[in-house]
């Protein structure tokens, strides 16, 4: 991977599970970034606004800090990964309790520059 042409962005704290998540950062993945932002915007999932965000920090660093091409970059990679879980205790019949578990994400996107789009093998 050439260091010069990808641009990085992460959230540590998404608060969602990582496979809702993963449903949504594995559909923008090989996309030029406009259509990837078009599809996150009209997306009715709630959690693609954050995701929004992290591809527009990604875009900006790709802009400011590695002087790329904006109308060349695509999304390489996307991942997900898992934070920490929140427990939480719901009460219950009889003196009982039962557990909640309120987990968290990790999400990167790493942007590249092509002169020209790749064919993926079908």
Known sequence: MNQ???????D?????S???LSII????VNMN?????NQLQFSSK???RTILKVLNAAVANAENN???DIDNLFVKEAFVGKSLRMKRWRPRAKGRAASIIKPFSKVTIVLEERSEIKKEKL
């Open 25 to 28: 950062v594995k559909s923008i």
């Open 46 to 48: 709630r959690i693609s």
């Open 33 to 37: 970034v406009n259509s990837a932002i």
């Open 66 to 68: 590695k002087q790329l």
């Open 18 to 20: 990582p496979n809702k």
């Open 4 to 10: 010069n042409l990808t641009a990085i962005a992460k």
């Open 12 to 16: 540590n704290m998404v608060r969602i």
